[in-house]
């Protein structure tokens, strides 16, 4: 047996995409036949396509869509050591090999030199536009846009995202409040688009400033935080689920507004997600959030740097009063690495 598949870098993430029409309409059968193409289970997964680390392990299915978007877009992450498939949170890094996989996969016609396509993540059931290069038709990866944390540059890819807020847990603050404490320790637990825990890294007996190999340690500490978390936000028992993330913080030194350290859910990320930055930034906006006296604030109408072990991620966030969330955007870049066919594990 083999299947179309695209292997595709998006933003700081690597994964699999396929149309949905190439994979079984069953559930258990698809996913199934997911952990045999990624290689899962296995620490190393030797014999398919995953990559060892959660960053690299993840799927994309794309599929036709009416109304007011053009694809529906499911993100799944796909586990190492354990066989598990889940969609309980989206993926803005993937997002943004979405679109163009759409023009090349012929669901989405190429609208001049600059393409926009309307995605419904259907994890969170909210819209994202992705804008992308199509000179002559046809999708250019090839550009001038670097991202922290992936070498060399290319073709900028602008995200825009509505309706965000509350799209997992219901509402941006999901524990009705700006801060919680949760055994002695001061958190803020936000949605904007992925659940996600804030504290500071000093609470922790951290910089905030660590290298990741020197935070596997903390696994024990942050899985009762976000055992805890998951309860209060609604989410119920989050012991084999991948959200929500923990996010430590620490004040910005590299000319940013906030430096992070994130946990995915438990190992140490080597960057930070795109939605688990936006919903970062949101909290850390709001007056009495955990860490917020560590933000730096930019001026009206600037970007957001938030630093991470890779370097920067620039994001934008709107707030109305309430607090409401406007509108989130980001620039990532994506890159097709290979089109064909594979060959799941038997």
């Given at each position: 047996m083999s299947v179309r598949c695209m292997l595709m870098?998006?933003?700081?993430?690597?994964?699999?995409?396929?149309?949905?029409?190439?994979?079984?309409?069953?559930?258990?059968?698809?996913?199934?036949?997911?952990?045999?193409?990624?290689?899962?289970?296995?620490?190393?997964?030797?014999?398919?396509?995953?990559?060892?680390?959660?960053?690299?392990?993840?799927?994309?299915?794309?599929?036709?869509?009416?109304?007011?978007?053009?694809?529906?877009?499911?993100?799944?992450?796909?586990?190492?050591?354990?066989?598990?498939?889940?969609?309980?949170?989206?993926?803005?890094?993937?997002?943004?090999?979405?679109?163009?996989?759409?023009?090349?996969?012929?669901?989405?016609?190429?609208?001049?030199?600059?393409?926009?396509?309307?995605?419904?993540?259907?994890?969170?059931?909210?819209?994202?536009?992705?804008?992308?290069?199509?000179?002559?038709?046809?999708?250019?990866y090839r550009g001038t846009t670097?991202?922290?944390g992936v070498p060399g540059t290319a073709a900028p890819v602008e995200l825009e995202f509505t309706g965000t807020e509350g799209s997992v847990c219901g509402s941006l603050l999901p524990t009705g409040n700006v801060v919680d404490d949760i055994g002695g320790i001061s958190v803020t637990c936000v949605d904007n688009g992925m659940p996600v825990v804030v504290a500071r890294a000093a609470d922790f007996g951290l910089t905030g400033y660590e290298p990741v190999d020197e935070l596997a340690g903390l696994a024990e500490e942050i899985q009762a935080l976000r055992l805890a978390a998951g309860k209060l936000m609604g989410l119920g028992d989050v012991g084999g689920t991948s959200v929500p993330k923990t996010t430590l913080v620490a004040a910005p030194r590299d000319g940013g507004a906030i430096c992070t350290r994130t946990f995915i859910p438990l190992r140490p990320h080597p960057s930070i997600g795109v939605l688990g930055a936006v919903s970062v930034v949101t909290a850390l906006m709001l007056d009495g959030a955990a860490g917020h006296e560590l933000f730096t604030a930019p001026p009206p109408g600037s970007p957001v740097g938030v630093e991470h072990p890779s370097g920067t991620l620039d994001v934008g966030v709107e707030l109305a009063p309430g607090p409401r969330v406007r509108r989130s955007t980001v620039i990532r870049t994506a890159r097709k690495l290979f089109d064909g066919t594979v060959f799941p594990r038997h």
């Open positions: 870098r998006g933003g700081t993430s690597k994964g699999a995409y396929f149309l949905a029409s190439d994979l079984p309409a069953d559930p258990a059968e698809r996913d199934d036949l997911l952990l045999r193409i990624m290689g899962t289970p296995d620490p190393r997964q030797i014999d398919g396509l995953g990559g060892a680390q959660p960053v690299t392990s993840k799927v994309a299915i794309v599929s036709p869509a009416d109304g007011d978007r053009d694809v529906d877009y499911l993100f799944l992450q796909i586990g190492i050591e354990e066989a598990t498939v889940s969609d309980r949170q989206t993926c803005g890094n993937l997002l943004a090999g979405v679109g163009q996989f759409a023009v090349e996969r012929g669901l989405v016609p190429a609208g001049g030199e600059r393409t926009s396509v309307r995605v419904r993540m259907v994890n969170t059931d909210s819209i994202a536009v992705s804008t992308f290069d199509t000179p002559g038709g046809t999708v250019d670097a991202i922290s």
